[in-house]
Every structure is written in C-alpha cells, then in structure tokens.
C-alpha cells in the first residue's frame, strides 16, 4: 500500500515539474502529510468511539474543545484560543488546502 501511494504521489510530483534531484524529498514531504492525516483521522475515530454509540461528530468536536479550553493558558494560548473556531470544520476541505499548501511550497522553491 506504502510504495503504491509513493509511486502514485511521485508521479504528480514529476508531473509539475520538479527537478528529479527534488522528487524524493518532494515526494516524502507529501506522503509524510498524509500519513499524518491518515494516522490523526484513525486516532481521532477512537477517540469518537469511547465516547459510545449515541454520540457524533458535534458530540465529539464539543469533547475535544472541552478539553482544549482546560489546557494551561500558559503553555497552550494558541490551543485554546481555537478551541472554539478551529474545530467547527471539513476535515476533506482541511486536508486538500494541506495539499494544496504544500504543491505551492513544492513549485514556489522549483519555479522555472
């Protein structure tokens, strides 16, 4: 699974353009994010989970904020301070401005 989604992600990275001196790195840097998203969506579905049968997203944003709001202002001011807003969106919408983030930084340091 790893090497396919490798291959089908170097694939769009040669497609842009990127000299191959970078394609790994470029590559990595994209597989890297989203195996991180993979691994938080999994972490966040157990933790949705033990919150029982009856509960849904709203219940479990809702959990989450609760807990962001009781960190140390001291050690989490950015934490808390989105406790509020940051929580309230579209984990698909989130990820693909990841992508999109990341294919500008890719193109913006391999601009012809």
Do not use: C
């Not at 990127?18 to 394609?23: E, F, K, L």
């Not at 470029?26 to 049968?53: C, E, F, V, W």
């Not at 989450?64 to 579209?90: C, M, N, Y």
Request: glycine share 8%.
């Amino acid at each position: 699974m790893t090497t396919r989604t490798f291959e089908a992600v170097g694939r769009q990275v040669y497609a842009l353009g990127v000299p191959a001196s970078s394609w790994f790195t470029a590559t990595s840097a994209l597989m890297h994010y989203i195996l991180g998203a993979a691994g938080q969506n999994a972490a966040n579905l157990a933790l949705a989970r033990s919150l029982g049968p009856e509960a849904d997203r709203d219940a479990y944003m809702d959990a989450v904020a609760a807990i962001w709001k009781q960190l140390s202002p001291q050690e989490f001011p950015f934490t808390r301070a989105v406790a509020d807003h940051g929580l309230d969106h579209d984990d698909r919408a989130q990820f693909l401005v990841g992508i999109d983030l990341i294919i500008a930084g890719i193109e913006a340091g391999h601009a012809r």
